[in-house]
């Protein structure tokens, strides 16, 4: 009975202690495939935090080995994690693998894993699995996860390669600057650069024409074509002018700080401070467009999907985005589409998306394994890639081809390209982008709070 | 072989018992740890212990307040709510009608369909330019123009309580099914003798015999829509303007931004606070035991 009783207490306490681990799980990741993986950061980060401090941040671990710049010939075998936002990339993507594999002369194998973006998860996903000691040697990646893996000490300063490198100066010496700024070094850069998406605007040129306006060429014709281009409208061919049109497609959830940065540009703020009154008018530009009814009601969860969901069926004149949709924009409109670089006010910003490949310090073989970036980033995959998704080369000799030139969307991109910038990246960014961002915005377009104060927010969270 | 036969299902239990220690106890003990740290994986330099710092900072957080009430909201409003209809469901369905065994496993859809797909399969009815909701809604002439349910501030979080509600009236509809059909039907019977009213015998005969089965599933529920997160963060990511953050979400938001040690904290904060819940649930038992 006594034992009985022991059991039952410990099942019972087993139970409650359940709940404490589903909140231990959940703190140490969340639910499904994330929970476990914290489970093991906490085993595998608390020792490893000595060791990170023990490896000099200088001379990690890779480049204290002194980097083979050139393969040894071997047969070897890479592991190349990616993502592909369509099943056409997932495809293009093991093709430019297999042109590799068959063409690349030095008994290098690249090994393709595709994971899911999973709206940015594939960063802290790829985090999780690096601590807990997956073997992937390479990855696709976005340059505000850097802080993160460069502090636990996970990527490899590929310097040393790329200065080795013969194609090097067919990279624009300031994407190289923007990618040493990622890393939080002058010197050092463990980021390689692939391709880039300059964002823009896309605009129906027949609701311009209906609302009897100009491809704006200031803010405050922007802002006026916002308004203007809020109408009623026959959407559906039925002959009725009884669809609420509106002129903007904000983007309120996720994400929505691109386009939005371009607002506090061009009022004249910036990133560096947004408590400034021309960054908190740019703000106030942002709410007014939603309070007078110039976006969607749903602006404020309206994420990728829904502010091209909206553009497509007609519901909104314009939306933001980059040549990622410009593919099945042209399907649904034909030439009823164009786009326009975000027009300058005091100053002129857009968001330059970007993805680029890291090679993991835990990588055997980085020599090889940079032979396979480097072919991305302006070899054929460069050409193969950037062509097949419609992305902005890095490779200045495959954005002279006739393909990048004599394109509506990629005009746009590349008009935007000189004033092209990204957000600061700082160890908090991750979390100000996915939470903070999305609901102190939230909040100002709700009349929750005012512009001053959800700048004096945004400004305090993101340099925490 | 009284002995033997006494030891036995302690043998089988046994592996069962270990690895729920192992699996459960070690997160337990790490998440108990960390809470105590400043664990921010995004700083691993930083990593030391503050004592109770993560907890002073949490009760000082707005937001942690705010999620916090609005999980006892989120409980009070999802669990009631699944309780009445649950047991309405169970009583029809307890009813003699053709068709009975269809109706039955086409009710338990919402709660085998998993939360994520339930989050986004409402994500769009709700949707504010394309939701079906919307449509019928217009339709039946009940309201003039579309309403951006998940978009405002004062309609998302009854959107997602509705939400959660409709994914949990099946397990209380089962679990009460299995205690009605356990009800003797004499005492019915003596009742219609003496006169008694249908309500009359809701009261004194249905309810009285089914209210361990309403304890302990109430309870149980009450501990799942708790710590409950898929189906509001694929709804709304607890947006917008943090209305619809329960404390499991702004665990889970934390978590993800590697603040480990705020996110334990708080994690064990939530878990104390359900402590109220389960001290009852093992008292039962051991009175069951008795």
């Known amino acids: ?464 | 072989m009284n002995k033997k036969k006494s030891i036995y299902p302690y043998l089988l239990v046994a592996p069962a018992v270990l690895v729920i220690l192992c699996v459960v106890f070690i997160p337990v003990c790490n998440a108990v740890l960390m809470s105590f740290q400043s664990y921010d994986l995004r700083r691993p330099k930083n990593i030391a212990w503050i004592h109770f710092q993560n907890y002073i900072e949490a009760f000082g957080d707005p937001l942690f307040q705010s999620a916090l009430i609005r999980t006892l909201l989120w409980v009070l409003f999802g669990v009631g709510f699944q309780f009445i209809f649950g047991f309405i469901l169970a009583l029809i369905l307890n009813q003699q009608f053709r068709g009975r065994g269809v109706v039955r496993a086409l009710s338990m859809i919402p709660w085998v369909t998993p939360g994520v797909l339930i989050g986004l399969m409402w994500r769009w009815i709700y949707d504010g330019n394309n939701g079906v909701l919307n449509d019928i809604l217009l339709k039946l002439g009940l309201i003039q123009e579309k309403i951006p349910f998940l978009s405002e501030v004062s309609t998302a979080f009854p959107a997602v309580i509705v939400t959660i509600v409709w994914q949990g009236i099946p397990f209380f509809a089962l679990m009460l099914l299995a205690a009605l059909q356990g009800v003797p039907q004499d005492m019915y019977e003596a009742a219609d003798i003496d006169g008694a009213t249908k309500l009359q015998k809701l009261f004194f005969i249905t309810l009285p015999s089914i209210k361990n089965t309403i304890f302990v599933t109430v309870l149980l529920r009450i501990i799942w829509v708790a710590n409950s997160v898929d189906v509001i963060f694929n709804m709304t990511e607890g947006g917008p303007a943090y209305s619809t953050q329960t404390l499991s979400v702004y665990i889970y938001q934390k978590a993800n931004a590697l603040n480990l040690g705020y996110a334990s904290a708080m994690a064990i904060i939530l878990a104390l606070c359900l402590l109220v819940v389960v001290v009852p649930y093992l008292k039962m038992n051991f009175s069951e035991e008795k």
């Open chain 1, 1 to 464: 009975m006594r034992l009985k009783k022991f059991l039952s207490v410990a099942l019972a306490t087993a139970m409650t202690a359940a709940l404490i681990a589903g909140c231990g799980g959940g703190a140490a990741g969340g639910s499904t495939d994330s929970a476990q993986a914290p489970a093991a950061d906490a085993g595998a980060a608390a020792p490893e935090a000595p060791a990170a401090d023990a490896a000099a941040p200088e001379a990690p671990a890779a480049e204290a080995e002194a980097p083979a710049a050139e393969p040894s010939g071997e047969p070897v075998t890479i592991k190349f994690q990616y993502w592909a936002d369509n099943t056409d990339y997932s495809q293009l993507m093991q093709d430019i693998i297999a042109k590799f594999n068959a063409e690349n002369g030095k008994g290098i194998t690249v090994v393709g894993e595709e994971q899911p973006w999973d709206g940015g998860a594939y960063s802290e996903n790829l985090f999780n699995a690096k601590m807990g000691g997956s073997d992937v040697d390479v990855s696709t990646w976005k340059l505000t996860s850097t802080p993160l893996f460069v502090n636990n000490d996970l990527l490899v300063d590929l310097t040393p390669y790329v200065d080795a490198w013969a194609s090097k100066a067919d990279i624009d010496d300031n994407i190289y600057s923007v990618m040493k700024q990622a890393g939080g070094s002058d010197s050092a850069m463990y980021v390689m650069p692939w391709n880039i998406q300059v964002l823009y605007v896309y605009y129906r040129p027949s609701y311009f024409e209906q609302a009897g306006v100009e491809v704006p060429k200031t803010y405050d014709e922007f802002l006026e074509a916002c308004k203007k281009c809020t109408m009623k409208m026959d959407t559906d061919g039925d002959g009725k002018a009884d669809t609420d049109v509106y002129g903007f497609g904000m983007r309120g959830s996720k994400g929505g700080q691109e386009p939005w940065g371009s607002f506090i540009h061009a009022a004249g703020g910036s990133f560096e401070d947004l408590t400034t009154t021309d960054a908190i008018k740019g703000m106030q530009d942002y709410i007014d467009l939603y309070q007078n009814g110039y976006a969607p009601k749903t602006a404020p969860s309206d994420g990728f999907q829904e502010i091209i969901a909206n553009f497509k069926s007609g519901i909104t004149a314009m939306t933001v985005h980059h040549t990622g949709s410009s593919k099945e924009m042209e399907e649904t409109f034909g030439d009823d589409v164009s786009a326009f670089a975000f027009p300058a006010g005091k100053g002129q910003w857009t968001s330059m998306g970007d993805t680029e490949t890291v090679i993991f310090s835990s990588c055997e073989h980085p020599a090889e394994a940079f032979e396979w970036v480097s072919y991305l980033a302006a070899g054929e995959g460069q050409k193969m890639w950037c062509e097949g998704t419609g992305n902005v080369p890095v490779s200045k000799t495959v954005a002279q081809g006739d393909f990048f030139q004599n394109n509506r969307f990629m005009k746009a991109s590349l008009d935007g390209e000189s004033f092209a910038g990204i957000l600061p990246i700082l160890d908090t960014t991750t979390e100000w982008i996915s939470t903070v961002w999305p609901n102190t915005v939230g909040q100002a377009l709700a009349g929750q709070i005012t512009a001053e104060q959800c700048m004096q927010t945004l400004q305090s969270e993101l340099y925490k």
